[in-house]
């Protein structure tokens, strides 16, 4: 399966290979200014399943850097040059994110009270345990 996806402009564009190795929501702070939302919904493919083209900008924060496109301004990854992972924010793709259900939610304790917390998720007060 390859999944595809870009920022508003169309100037950065992505293909996804195969399925993710996990898939998440984030109710953190960092997150929740960079998608614009009351939280972030993504998914993480080992770096060689991703393709991307087009220029992109990094704002360096956290252990990783959040890449946006220079042109419209969409918030599309997060991931440091030379990992091997890829946290593609999911709101960027070009169809819904049929079967990419969370399985887990981190920073639970910011996590708005009128949301509630996903059923069969694991959920973590703050970050995910050995990531970091």
């Given amino acids: 399966m390859t999944r595809t996806g870009g920022c508003n402009c169309g100037q950065v564009r992505y293909e996804l290979e195969g399925e993710p190795l996990r898939v998440g929501l984030c109710h953190c702070e960092t997150c929740r200014k960079f998608t614009g939302s009351a939280f972030s919904h993504y998914a ?10 087009g220029d992109t900008r990094c704002w360096e924060v956290r252990a990783g850097g959040d890449r946006f496109c220079p042109m419209c301004g969409a918030s599309l990854f ?7 992972e890829i946290e ?12 990419l259900e969370p399985g887990y939610e981190l920073w639970t304790v910011r ?10 998720s694991a959920r973590y007060e703050r970050d995910r345990p050995g990531s970091g």
């Fill in 44 to 53: 993480v493919w080992p770096q060689g399943r991703v393709r991307i083209s």
């Fill in 78 to 84: 997060t991931w440091t040059e030379g990992e091997e």
């Fill in 88 to 99: 593609v924010k999911l709101g960027t793709l070009d169809g819904p994110p049929n079967g």
């Fill in 111 to 120: 996590r708005e009270p009128w949301l509630g917390p996903l059923n069969g």
